[in-house]
Antibody, heavy 122, light 112 residues
């Protein structure tokens, strides 16, 4: 079955760019009609959808983060990535990647990666 | 702040039933499919319900979902101690200020 694993620095300095990668195993990122999403969760708080990418490269982003977010896909490595620029302490959170088997305006997330904690601090 | 409102907490004794509401609007729940997620302490969320009322393979039928108008409901019957977790609803939102995808505020289920 498909599994997802996030990786990247656990500590990022304020004003710098947060970069995370999600590696997909157990299946090809290009097979099937899937979107690939990033979701985050500050400690003790709820879930926030960041954005998603289709294997064609088309993306959708959360309007509140759109100016700072870039999601890309590397099908040769079976990975997709998140870049969040100009980070502040408010971006400290556990970041999850997830597969979205839905359609253009219909989504659900399954499976999820285990999550990775990113702390923004000097 | 989330545009989908859930009660902060619900509780019941083992074997009982709980329901969790998710209240939205015509720009989200009213015109889109709802999914539900269970997040056990210290773990990643897990899909429980998609397309309002469908259960993925492996999810017991103790979990059910429904939608009416601009609200959705998750039901858990035969409550077990292992059901103690946070539960989130989610759906698409067509308003310019939110979304495209939004999660609910989350509900903590406590088994008494």
């Amino acid at each position: 079955q498909v599994q997802l694993q996030e990786s990247g620095p656990g500590l990022v300095k304020p004003s710098q760019t947060l970069s995370l990668t999600c590696t997909v195993s157990g299946g090809s990122i290009s097979s099937g009609s899937y979107y690939w999403s990033w979701i985050r969760q500050p400690a003790g708080k709820g879930l926030e959808w960041i954005g998603r990418i289709y294997t064609s490269g088309s993306t959708n982003y959360n309007p509140s983060l759109k100016s700072r977010v870039t999601i890309s896909v590397d099908t040769s490595k079976n990975q997709f990535s998140l870049k969040l620029s100009s980070v502040t302490a408010a971006d400290t959170a556990v970041y999850y990647c997830a597969r979205d088997p839905g359609t253009t305006v219909r989504s659900w997330f399954d499976p999820w990666g285990q999550g990775t904690l990113v702390t923004v601090s000097s | 702040q989330s545009v989908l409102t859930q009660p902060p907490s619900v509780s019941a004794a083992p074997g009982q039933k709980v329901t969790i509401s998710c209240s939205g609007s015509s720009s989200n729940i009213g015109n889109n499919y709802v999914s539900w997620y269970q997040q056990l302490p210290g773990t990643a969320p897990k899909l429980l319900i998609y397309d309002n009322n469908k259960r993925p393979s492996g999810i017991p039928d103790r979990f059910s979902g429904s939608k009416s108008g601009t609200s959705a409901t998750l039901g858990i019957t035969g409550l077990q101690t292992g059901d103690e977790a946070d539960y989130y609803c989610g759906t698409w939102d067509s308003s310019l200020s939110a979304g495209p995808y939004v999660f609910g505020t989350g509900t903590k289920v406590t088994v008494l």
